[in-house]
């Protein structure tokens, strides 16, 4: 089985900073790719970033290209996501999510999800 633990949400104000991270484990853990996906209260499911786990090739949603950054090491099997002037659209529990099985870095393809953390940010 694989479990994903995020930490790292909180309450920052507009143009504030936070790093998200992923603690990724369990004995089948053998990533293909991860991705940060974020929902918000009443909308549905968001892309952010995905990252491919062996060559590290990034992607991200136009919404936060520019802002976020995401990365992994791959050591500790952990993924991060450095979030840089953060807007009050950005307030969502954002998920990471790991792909197994190869293909698009996208939620439909996500193979398991970690809980969420809540990233509030106020004006």
């Known amino acids: 089985q694989v479990q994903l633990v995020e930490s790292g949400g909180g309450l920052v104000q507009a143009g504030g900073s936070l790093r998200l991270s992923c603690a990724a484990s369990?004995?089948?853990?053998?990533?293909?790719?991860m991705a940060w996906v974020r929902q918000a209260p009443g909308k549905e499911q968001e892309f952010v970033a995905a990252i491919t786990w062996i060559d590290g090739v990034t992607t991200y949603a136009h919404s936060v290209k520019g802002r976020f950054t995401i990365s992994r090491d791959n050591a500790k099997n952990t993924l991060y996501l450095q979030m840089n002037s953060l807007e009050p659209e950005d307030t969502a529990v954002y998920y990471c999510?790991?792909?197994?099985?190869?293909?698009?870095?996208?939620?439909?393809?996500?193979?398991?999800w970690g809980s969420g953390t809540l990233v509030t940010v106020s004006l």
């Open positions: 369990g004995r089948t853990f053998n990533p293909y790719g």
């Open positions: 999510a790991v792909n197994q099985r190869g293909g698009a870095l996208l939620p439909r393809n996500m193979d398991h």
